[in-house]
């Protein structure tokens, strides 16, 4: 909801008429900018503002996990025909889920961490586990914001932290631990070349960047742009590039990885990222130099051009 709001506020009033649409599990609902609500019809993707129905022309996603991120809302829009600033559906599929996004990755040359995906009911999970060492990091393999996700330390802890796991997804991936710092590059397409922003280093003092960290901790920095050699920052910026552009993602996307000092290892693709006020990509587009009402206006700007 807050990274909707922040689009709303940049969204250029002069060219375009923005509106609400928020999903719950229960319906779909449409109101004004000032919260004033609105008739909604699903069927055509259409608002009643006393006029009759009236088409949305694009849609902008700010949903984060599913259905925003997975493809199925992206399927719904190109059904009825609506433009979106995403990825579509299978971009969209691939990179929510984390082990077939690093695999794939891996077989495309880049270089990911050592991992396993394991199934609810696998007799076998631990012993499959075991050749990756510790510690290692669990994690549901369809999920967002750190949620369900461990460091194991000891093979004692690892059947907490996969049940921990389960309870956010059917499938579970274990990844090998990687030590070093932990770098988040931007991606956006304006003008049809994925185009890297600045690199943000984080630093916290958590095991991880667990969902404290990333929301509640003051002491967590997030540096813009990081304080790298400029080798390594162009080394993250191009990867970032060349994994936007291979897996066809579009709109703003951000890659996450960690650099060990003498490698780069790439670790998650985010298509969907936060744009609150306290998100990284928004401090990225300052920093860039585009800002945040530039990036948003033409995105829209692009998906009405080209659908």
Known sequence: MQSAARMMTAIDRSRYAPFFITITPDAWSAATPDEQPLAFDRGQFAIDRGKGWERFAAA???????????????????????????????????????????????????????????????????????????PCFVKPDRSGSSLGISKVKRSEDLAKALDFAFAECAAVMVEAGVNGRELTCGVIDLDGTAQALPVCEIRHAREFFDYEAKYHDRDTEELVPAPLPEEVTRLVQERSAAIYTLLECRGMVRVDHIWTGDRLVTIEVNATPGFSAASIFPKMLEVSGIGVERAVNGLVARMLANG
């Not at 199934?119 to 510790?134: I, K, Q, T």
């Open 60 to 134: 902008l996603i700010a949903i984060h996990g599913s259905p925003g991120e997975d493809g199925l809302l992206q399927g719904y829009f190109d059904l009825l025909g609506v433009p979106y600033q995403t990825g579509r559906v299978p971009a969209m599929a691939l990179t929510m889920g984390k082990f077939g996004t690093t695999a794939l990755l891996r077989q495309l040359g880049f270089e990911v961490a050592p991992s396993v995906l394991l199934l609810r009911h696998m007799p076998d999970s631990e012993a499959r586990v075991s050749g990756l060492g510790f």
